[in-house]
């Protein structure tokens, strides 16, 4: 019996491409650029399955283009905003996702976002990549509205994502004994 065959979109980690290599025959995006829908239609006709990024967008119109053969589209992502889920079940093609995957990778990059603008890091990476670095300082690390003797936990933080990312977030404001606010769901 041959193996279903599946296009995957964009280069993915090593591991994945080898695992879905060994129970699939597999097409790959050497190239790694996002496809455009001509391109999503026309290698729908090649393949079973589609494991695309959210790079790649499913508008209805390339829906209702793509082969009879295609039968599921495996996002690698988390969200499914760039497919037209209507569609798609007007079709009978499963859309599958990857849900809370990167939940703690949002919520540590939102960290490093906030701690890098409140500890000033932008500013002694330049100064240390320019060559302008001299010595500690004082004023090194502190928020230009902070006295040099202010701490981070001066700083009230909301989380910036809601649900699983921002659970996460909030953990981690915790975890720093940072004050903190939750931010409603509208």
């Given at each position: 019996m041959s193996k279903p065959t599946?296009?995957?979109s964009r280069k993915l980690s090593d591991n994945t491409q080898i695992r879905a290599a060994r129970?699939?025959?597999?097409?790959l995006n050497e190239d790694d650029v996002t496809s455009s829908a001509d391109d999503i239609v026309e290698m729908s006709a090649r393949v079973d399955?589609?494991?695309p990024c959210h790079s790649e967008i499913f508008s209805a119109d390339v829906v209702a283009r793509l082969?009879?053969?295609t039968r599921i589209v495996a996002n690698h992502s988390v969200g499914v905003d760039h497919c037209d889920l209507d569609a798609f079940k007007q079709r009978g093609i499963v859309v599958t996702n990857t849900p809370d995957v990167l939940s703690d990778a949002t919520a540590e990059?939102?960290?490093?976002?906030m701690l890098g603008a409140a500890r000033r890091a932008p500013e002694g990476?330049?100064?240390?990549?320019?060559g302008t670095w001299t010595s500690w300082s004082p004023w090194l690390g502190k928020s230009e509205s902070c006295s040099p003797s202010s701490d981070k936990r001066a700083f009230k933080v909301t989380p910036s994502g809601v649900a699983s990312a921002g659970n996460t977030q909030a953990?981690?404001?915790r975890s720093l004994r940072l004050s903190h606010s939750r931010m409603a769901r509208r």
């Open positions: 599946v296009w995957i129970d699939y025959d597999v097409i399955a589609i494991l082969s009879e053969r990059i939102a960290m490093l976002l990476d330049h100064m240390v990549r320019s953990s981690s404001i």
